[in-house]
């Protein structure tokens, strides 16, 4: 289990105290990321998932800041069909090796998620926190709440459901000019005449 990840996050994924005292580079999207991450583990963690509805593809989405939405309860829900569809459009393929082995998503530009399950048709998706970690998944599991996993726990509570295989897996990395519809606003031009 997990102690307090609010304040440390370092068993379950990565370290805010540590990448802070070390002077650590973290980008904005750094701290973003892990601000919604401590809202999400407030909203729906295992131990009492109050909002546990939420399906994984919202949760890996809004963690990876793919939403414009001031909060996790600003959105409406992903299923595996939309899932499928902002995969296609905002992320491409890369093999496992292709994440570099000291991967931490609060030190690096790029984003990767989990894809369990065919990427035509998803069954669950996590989000790469920090690759040398033994916990480096972060997500939510159907009927439970949020929290940090490890490759085979995923893989566990997922082989033979809908066809699932064991390690059938595939690793997807967020474009960087990709921009969400929904992040896209018409821009106003202003004349101002003297």
């Not at 805010?16 to 070390?22: F, Q, S, T, V, Y």
């Not at 973003?32 to 593809?57: A, L």
């Not at 998944?137 to 709440?145: A, D, V, W």
């Amino acid at each position: 289990m997990f102690r307090d990840q609010v304040s440390d996050i370092s068993i379950s994924g990565f370290a805010i105290r540590e990448l802070i005292a070390n002077g650590s580079d973290m980008s904005d999207e750094g701290l973003q990321i892990c601000e919604r991450i401590k809202e999400i583990m407030m909203m729906c963690d295992r131990e009492d998932p109050v909002y546990e509805q939420i399906s994984s593809f919202s949760i890996a989405l809004y963690t990876l800041g793919y939403f414009d939405s001031p909060d996790l309860m600003s959105f409406q829900d992903v299923d595996a069909q939309e899932a499928a569809a902002i995969l296609k459009e905002h992320f491409m393929p890369v093999n496992v090796e292709a994440v570099p082995w000291d991967y931490h998503i609060t030190q690096s530009d790029e984003k990767y998620l989990l894809v369990i399950g065919d990427p035509l048709f998803p069954l669950h998706f996590a989000v790469l926190t920090d690759f040398r970690n033994e916990r480096p998944y972060f997500s939510k599991l159907p009927l439970f709440g949020s929290g940090f996993d490890s490759l085979p726990e995923l893989m566990d509570e997922f082989s033979g459901y809908d066809g699932v295989r064991q390690y059938d897996v595939h690793y997807f990395k967020k474009n960087q000019d990709s921009v969400p519809p929904q992040t896209v606003r018409k821009g106003r031009i202003y004349i101002v005449r003297d």
